[in-house]
């Protein structure tokens, strides 16, 4: 075993993870979450808090009218659990104890464990009313061993599911089951799964097999559910047809197979108490690994429809963004990065250029003055931003047709199908119309930075020295004729920087220099800068969308990525912390 107190540490972790148990998708993922989180709650961390208590504790389980609550009262020394032929009477859990065992630190580890309810003597325990599961009825009586608590539990094959979950509350927490059967129960396929899961991976058991006719029947069938429930258990008893017991009139007598002790010898004398509770430790631990293991692969499986969705709708967000910026790539600054790298490489030709700047600056001022005479004054917006706006707008509109089926068909989580709804119905549609308010986005100046860098890099990489960056540097002298403010913006309609849709400053000369210049430098260039742009800018704008349409859906999502990950990784942690 490994140190008790990291040991502790790792199933609080594991214990604080856990999400509800209703939100994994699978029924059978729900039930395992839930009895591990009793495990952990009731069991396993009471018992690693401190040093264990000399306490055994018992419960008596069994199908539907099988004689339980009658065998609690043979056990306790007295009728406490109702008892009677109809059956199905027991639908909370009630327990029996001696009363030294409610003082001290033995009630501080009880109560730790249960939400215990003391009966007053005299009274009766209201166990045939429904209550929360974990809570415990106790009744203090001399007749029980100091060191025993007896518990009686309700029929796990009752009508009632909340009993079934009321039984399944407490029998995780205890040392030794005693379950109770008969020859028409003993191969009822829903009493061997429900047994196995109860005993899981080593727990002690013992098996009453009650109305006994025939010695032999009896072992045959005894052996036949250990052999079904996957290991024997510590004991047999047989409970032979009595009369006197149906009657009310004398308590059920057991007798053991086998050489075993008593019944109430082996549950109450001190010497059995460290061995079966060392035991029961050790099954709870490994039974809490094997639900880690199966949970921490829920988990992972749970991640997957909403990592599915999320990437599938930033990916298209993507799309959207990265149609936009085409649009309207920055050819300013490919100007700056080529001119600066030039003027880097070359201080005779930096200061043969510095004249141009001045002169290029006056004669783009003095045009705009004259062309704005004619014209009027310039639109406040420029055209392309217009064109990316559309095409944002265009995008989103196709997104919400392209997730129309997804909608439709989700069957997942009922928050997911909501925020769905939400994100690709009409209100969101009307928000379209509106101004989007990306104004800023367009001259965003973390990726003009990236464009700028990646530029620099590309005009060093081409320029190789000797005659052609000779040609390069006495042509950028004449290209310095074009200001690079003037080229502010390029509206691409051909996937390059094409004649067809280019404006430079107002002169004719500005756009085939620069076509010229870009060519020089290799055929590729416009296309590798383009889709720099389209990259960088385009997951920019791409946020700007989420930001503005989906941040609740995909927000969501992520925190279900997140919650499910953490959860699969900290129970997977928790796992190898536990020796198999």
């Avoid at 690079?484 to 085939?512: E, N």
Wanted: with cysteine; hydrophobic share 45%; proline share 6%.
């Amino acid at each position: 075993m490994k140190d008790l107190a990291h040991l502790r540490t790792a199933l609080e972790s594991a214990r604080d993870t856990l999400p509800s148990p209703e939100s994994f998708p699978e029924a059978a993922d729900a039930d395992t979450a839930r009895r591990l989180l009793e495990r952990l709650r009731r069991d396993l961390l009471p018992r690693l808090g401190s040093a264990d208590a000399p306490l055994l504790l018992v419960a008596i389980a069994g199908p539907n009218n099988v004689g339980k609550s009658t065998l609690f009262n043979a056990l306790v020394g007295t009728s406490l659990s109702p008892a009677r032929p109809e059956g199905g009477l027991t639908k909370q859990c009630l327990a029996a104890a001696h009363p030294d065992t409610w003082t001290g630190s033995l009630k501080d580890f009880l109560t730790r464990r249960y939400d215990i309810v003391p009966v007053v003597s005299g009274e009766a325990a209201p166990v045939d009313q429904a209550g929360p599961a974990g809570r415990l009825y106790l009744v203090l009586a001399e007749a029980v061993p100091r060191g025993l608590v007896v518990m009686d539990t309700p029929d796990f094959d009752s009508v009632y599911r909340d009993n079934r979950e009321r039984a399944e509350a407490l029998l995780v927490t205890v040392d030794v089951l005693v379950f109770v059967v008969s020859r028409q129960t003993y191969q009822n396929a829903a009493l061997v799964d429900f047994l196995r899961a109860a005993v899981g991976h080593g727990r002690p058991y013992l098996l009453v097999y009650n109305e006994a006719t025939r010695e032999e029947v009896a072992r045959g069938h005894l052996e036949k559910l250990a052999s079904d429930v996957g290991h024997p258990p510590l004991a047999r008893y047989l409970a032979p047809h009595q009369p006197e017991v149906e009657a009310g009139e004398k308590p059920l007598a057991t007798h053991p197979l086998d050489g075993a002790p008593s019944l109430s010898a082996l549950l109450g004398e001190a010497e059995h108490v460290r061995s079966l509770k060392a035991r029961a430790l050790e099954a709870s631990l490994r039974d809490a690994r094997a639900e880690m293991e199966q949970l921490a692969r829920a988990a992972t499986t749970a991640a997957h429809e909403p990592e599915r969705l999320r990437q599938r709708l930033r990916h298209e967000l993507l799309t959207v963004g990265r149609h936009a910026a085409l649009k309207a790539v920055p050819a300013d600054v490919l100007v700056e990065a080529f001119r600066d790298e030039l003027d880097a490489r070359s201080a005779f030709h930096r200061y043969v250029r510095l004249p141009f700047r001045g002169l290029a600056t006056a004669l783009t001022f003095l045009s705009r003055q004259v062309r704005r005479s004619f014209t009027g004054p310039e639109p406040t917006s420029a055209p392309v931003v217009q064109v990316t706006e559309d095409t944002l707008r265009d995008g989103v509109r196709r997104m919400v047709e392209l997730f129309a089926p997804e909608v439709a068909a989700w069957h997942g989580d009922a928050r997911t199908r909501e925020l769905l709804s939400e994100a690709f119905g009409p209100t969101h549609l009307a928000r379209l119309d509106e101004p989007l308010g990306f104004e800023a986005l367009h001259a965003h100046a973390a990726d003009r930075d990236s464009l700028y860098a990646f530029c620099r890099g590309l005009v060093g990489t081409e320029l190789q020295g000797g005659m052609r960056e000779e040609m390069l540097q006495t042509f950028t002298t004449l290209v310095y004729s074009v200001p690079s403010a003037g080229a502010a913006v390029v509206t691409v309609a051909t996937g390059g920087f094409g004649h067809d849709a280019v404006i430079w400053a107002g002169t004719l000369l500005s756009t085939p220099l620069l076509e010229r210049f870009v060519d020089m430098l290799g055929a590729d260039i416009r296309e590798r800068v383009t889709r720099k742009w389209a990259d960088a800018h385009g997951t920019t704008l791409a946020q700007a969308l989420e930001r503005r349409f989906f941040a609740d859906l995909l927000g969501h999502l992520d925190t279900q990525v997140s919650a499910w990950a953490r959860t699969a990784s900290t129970l997977s942690e928790t796992t190898s912390r536990i020796s198999p």
